[in-house]
């Protein structure tokens, strides 16, 4: 296995030099893959960008300048400058060593801050950055020979520069290894431990923080630059989350993703980043009102609004008729022929092409074929930027609406271009070991068709209680006994925000919302209207139903009526697939609620019972 560049080289090579494209890809090669190799991304508190950075976790971290300069091109130089001859007239430029050290500089200050990166008190090194740093420069286009003979040791020492014939692809990997380690001014003899990896790139790159107590979508504020307090718990995103997160611009991208494995969190950070290099406005579409809420109030939270423009897809349709004037369809299922009139809106030329400077697509599984069509023609042709994030064992629609298509016939370029997310990081692995149960019961989907990846979640192993399954005498009982833990989570501080009542039927959520208002307990409702504003407002729990709760996320989650889960008629697959959908909204604790007996509280009682029995 060879090392991997973030961003993905492939999405850097428009923005490189040609001597970077060459360092670049000999660094992927030569190095393996416990190498961690950055290019041209932001570090620290002053967001320097040095050319690449190269992390070992036995070598410590080296940032290098590369500088494509011919020697013919050097008119002078000394310590700190160079002279260069270009085509506008003579230029000066610092030193690239002096630069480079300037960046490795940070990196020491950025890390020595942390107690946990330095070495202990009773160690011969006490109070020293536990890893080490050094920097260094390559001369793409100048050989050693020249850089002896034009006598540049004096200005850059001669064993901080690789030069053109030392990273040409015959060179041997161990030699050009041993280049960038004798770089270090001492050898260096710890390891560095998993969490001490976490917590460097925490300290290096604020933008791959994911905040605890910021909840889903705490990443937005990864990249604020105030001070911010260690916690003693880090979170930043996986490795693989980075490279993906990092490497979305131009073109297609699919990402299939448990749940709970980051796709929102990505999502959030293209936002951000995109809203600072396009001018054109940016679309992000779901299916579900309640999540375009959610996704709606982050965004305007951050200011970007102006940019950013959040919608489920028919709204966004119907915003479509609204400004170009198309006639709005009426009566009965009217929602259901928005989409059509946009597209035939489209094809007339009424409606035009290419309104996006990007369009990501959060829950893209409940999509159809067609909507997909209409909306690759939204995309500014110039960036053809579309992000597509999909779970298959999340389509809780149907099979009418379940994906039987393949990108290609959409439109979309996503050979090459998808990637898997299956870390879920959302739930404990009680919670998520008990979800589980229902989608391995569903019916095998191999002999489907459109190739999708059904993916199982895999737990990133954080541990938690038990999901409880609690029986009562009847929905009175079921409300009461809400009421009661709600009242219990408050008192000890847990904010009502972070309660949901997740319910399979409107009855039952208008049922559970009355109760708790009744019982003084500020609740909202995601119902109608109320879907838009559930998030505004004093905390308050949340009642919504199991559809409208995908994409969602609270720490605490009450799901009764599990007892008539599922009723005679119902598609017991899909119905595994919304109480799976619902058990994993919950980040701490789930408490199911039943009074009578269905195939569901059987499934969820042995899906406990199993756990408790191998934990
Ligand atoms: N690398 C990580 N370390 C710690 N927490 C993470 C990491 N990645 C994601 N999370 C957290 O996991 C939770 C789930 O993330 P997110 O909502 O983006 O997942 P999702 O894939 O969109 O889920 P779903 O499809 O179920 O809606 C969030 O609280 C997020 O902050």
Not at 37 to 54: E, T
Not at 255 to 263: P, R
Not at 545 to 566: A, T
């Given at each position: 296995m060879v090392a991997k560049l973030i961003p993905a080289r492939a999405s850097c090579l428009p923005r490189m030099t040609a001597g970077e494209k060459r360092v670049s890809e000999r660094l992927e090669q030569k190095l393996d893959d416990d190498y961690?190799?950055?290019?041209?991304?932001?570090?620290?508190?002053?967001?320097?960008?040095?050319?690449?950075?190269?992390?070992?976790?036995?070598?410590?971290?080296?940032?290098l300048e590369v500088k494509d300069w011919k020697l013919e091109s050097i008119h002078a130089c000394d310590k700190d400058a160079f002279t260069l001859v270009t085509d506008r007239g003579l230029v000066h430029q610092r030193n690239p060593v002096a630069q480079a050290r300037v960046y490795a500089l940070e990196v020491g200050v950025v890390l020595e801050r942390d107690p946990m990166l330095r070495h202990p008190e009773d160690s011969k090194y006490a109070g020293k950055l536990v890893c080490p740093w050094a920097y260094g420069v390559v001369l793409s286009n100048i050989n050693r020979k020249e850089f002896d003979q034009a006598g540049l040791a004096a200005i850059i020492p001669s064993h901080l520069v690789i030069c053109q014939d030392e990273f040409v692809p015959s060179v041997d990997a161990e030699a050009l290894q041993k280049r960038l380690w004798d770089m270090f001014p001492q050898p260096f003899a710890h390891a560095l431990s998993l969490p001490q990896i976490d917590r460097v790139r925490w300290h290096l790159f604020p933008e791959v923080r994911v905040n605890p107590g910021e909840g889903q979508f705490g990443l937005f504020d990864g990249a604020s630059k105030k001070a911010i307090e260690i916690p003693d718990l880090i979170k930043v995103m996986d490795i693989q989350q980075e490279q993906l997160a990092r490497s979305l611009g131009d073109?297609?991208?699919?990402?299939?993703?448990?749940?709970?494995?980051?796709?929102?969190?990505?999502?959030g950070y293209r936002c951000v980043h995109l809203a600072h290099a396009l001018t054109r406005p940016i679309l992000v579409l779901c299916f579900n009102k309640t999540l375009a809420a959610r996704l709606h109030q982050l965004i305007a939270e951050r200011g970007l609004e102006q940019k950013v423009q959040v919608y489920n897809f028919h709204a966004w349709c119907y915003a479509q008729i609204q400004s170009y004037h198309l006639e709005k369809p009426r009566g009965a299922g009217m929602f259901e022929r928005f989409p059509q009139v946009v597209m035939n809106g489209v094809e007339k030329g009424l409606v035009p092409r290419g309104q996006y400077g990007a369009i990501l697509i959060d829950e893209g599984h409940d999509f159809s074929p067609d909507w997909y069509r209409l909306i690759t023609q939204m995309v500014d042709p110039n960036t053809n930027s579309l992000l597509v994030l999909y779970d298959d064992t999340q389509n809780i629609y149907g099979k009418a609406t379940r994906k039987r298509f393949s990108w290609k016939s959409?439109?979309?370029?996503?050979?090459?271009?998808?990637?898997?997310?299956?870390?879920?990081?959302?739930?404990?692995?009680e919670i998520l070991s008990v979800a589980k149960a229902f989608i391995e019961a569903q019916p095998s989907d191999e002999e489907n068709?459109?190739?999708?990846?059904v993916i199982a979640p895999e737990s990133a192993?954080?541990?938690?209680?038990?999901?409880?399954?609690?029986?009562?005498?009847?929905?009175?009982?079921?409300?009461?006994?809400?009421?009661?833990?709600?009242?219990?989570?408050?008192?000890?501080?847990r904010s009502l925000s972070d309660i949901a009542v997740v319910v399979r039927r409107d009855a039952d959520a208008l049922y559970m919302h009355k109760a708790l208002v009744d019982a003084g307990i500020d609740a909202r409702i995601a119902h109608n209207s109320g879907k838009a504003t559930l998030f505004q407002g004093t905390p308050s729990v949340k009642v919504v139903?199991?559809?409208?709760?995908?994409?969602?996320?609270?720490?605490?989650?009450?799901?009764?009526?599990?007892?008539?889960?599922?009723t005679t008629g119902e598609d017991e697959t899909l119905?595994?697939?919304?109480?799976?959908?619902?058990?994993?909204?919950?980040?701490?604790?789930?408490?199911?609620?039943?009074?009578?007996?269905?195939?569901?509280?059987?499934?969820?009682?042995?899906a406990i019972r199993d756990f408790a029995e191998v934990a």
């Open positions: 961690l190799l950055w290019y041209d991304v932001p570090i620290g508190f002053k967001y320097s960008k040095p050319d690449f950075v190269v992390f070992h976790p036995r070598r410590g971290m080296l940032v073109g297609h991208r699919v990402i299939h993703g448990v749940a709970g494995s980051g796709k929102t969190m990505i999502l959409v439109g979309i370029d996503a050979i090459g271009h998808s990637t898997i997310l299956k870390l879920n990081y959302r739930n404990t692995l068709d459109d190739g999708q990846p192993g954080r541990r938690g209680p038990l999901p409880e399954l609690i029986k009562v005498n009847d929905r009175a009982g079921e409300a009461t006994l809400i009421i009661d833990c709600v009242r219990d989570e408050a008192s000890r501080g139903s199991m559809h409208s709760s995908k994409g969602l996320e609270f720490p605490v989650v009450f799901i009764p009526r599990i007892g008539q889960m599922p119905e595994a697939k919304l109480l799976y959908v619902a058990i994993t909204r919950a980040t701490e604790r789930v408490v199911a609620l039943h009074d009578a007996d269905s195939a569901h509280v059987g499934l969820l009682a042995k």
